[in-house]
C-alpha cells in the first residue's frame, strides 16, 4: 500500500476549522516534451484526499521536481472536494458511469461485506468513507480515468425518497 499523510486545511481568520484530509498517491508518471534544444522532463502526479466521512476530492498536476507535483495536485484536489451521500457505511444504489474510456460499475454491499474493488477505484472508496461495497472496472486500464469515473458515480449518488 502507499503511504498515507495527513493534512490540515490552513486556519483563516473568520472561517471554521476545517476536518483533516489523509492524502494518497494514485499515480506517478515522468512525461517529456520535445522543445528545440532537446527534451524536457518533468512529473506528473495524481492525488486523492479525503477525510472518510464523505468528502472526497482529486487534484492532477505536472511540476519540475516530485515534491512540486505533489504538492500542485493537493492543493487542485483541496480546491475540488465533493460531498458523497453515505447509508449505512455504503451507497444507497446500484450506479454505472462512463468517463472517456473508462467505465465503472459501483454496487451496494451488506455490512460487513468490505471493498471490493481494484487499483484507483478501492483508494478514492476508501478515502471517501464508503466501508461496503463492491466495484468494477469495466473499460479503460487509465488510473486517472478511473478515479475521475468513479468521482462522477458518486456525485451522482441520490438517497432514495420513501
Known amino acids: 500500500m502507499t503511504k498515507e499523510k495527513r493534512i490540515k486545511r490552513r486556519e483563516l481568520p473568520g472561517v471554521k476549522i476545517e476536518p483533516e ?7 506517478l508518471a515522468r512525461v517529456t516534451r520535445v522543445v528545440k534544444g532537446g527534451k524536457r522532463l518533468s512529473f506528473r ?28 495536485a493537493v492543493r487542485k484536489a483541496n480546491k475540488n472536494l465533493i460531498k ?41 472508496l476508501s478515502l471517501s468513507g464508503i466501508r461496503n461495497v463492491t466495484a468494477k472496472i469495466l473499460g479503460s486500464k487509465s488510473k486517472m480515468n478511473n478515479v475521475r469515473a468513479t468521482i462522477k458515480a458518486l456525485q451522482s449518488l441520490k438517497i432514495p425518497k420513501v
Not at 21 to 27: E, G, M, T
Not at 103 to 108: D, F, G, I, K
Request: proline letters at 3%.
Open 21 to 27: 484530509f489523509i492524502q494518497q498517491l494514485v499515480d
Open 45 to 72: 502526479a495524481c492525488m486523492v484526499i479525503g477525510n472518510k466521512k464523505g468528502e472526497i476530492g482529486m487534484g492532477l498536476a505536472k511540476g519540475t521536481d516530485v515534491a512540486g507535483a505533489i504538492h500542485k
Open 84 to 124: 458523497v451521500t453515505i447509508v449505512n457505511d455504503t451507497i444507497p444504489h446500484w450506479v454505472r458511469v462512463k468517463y472517456g474510456a473508462a467505465q465503472v460499475l459501483l454496487r451496494p454491499a451488506r455490512k460487513g461485506h468490505g471493498i471490493v474493488a481494484g487499483g484507483a477505484v478501492r483508494t478514492v
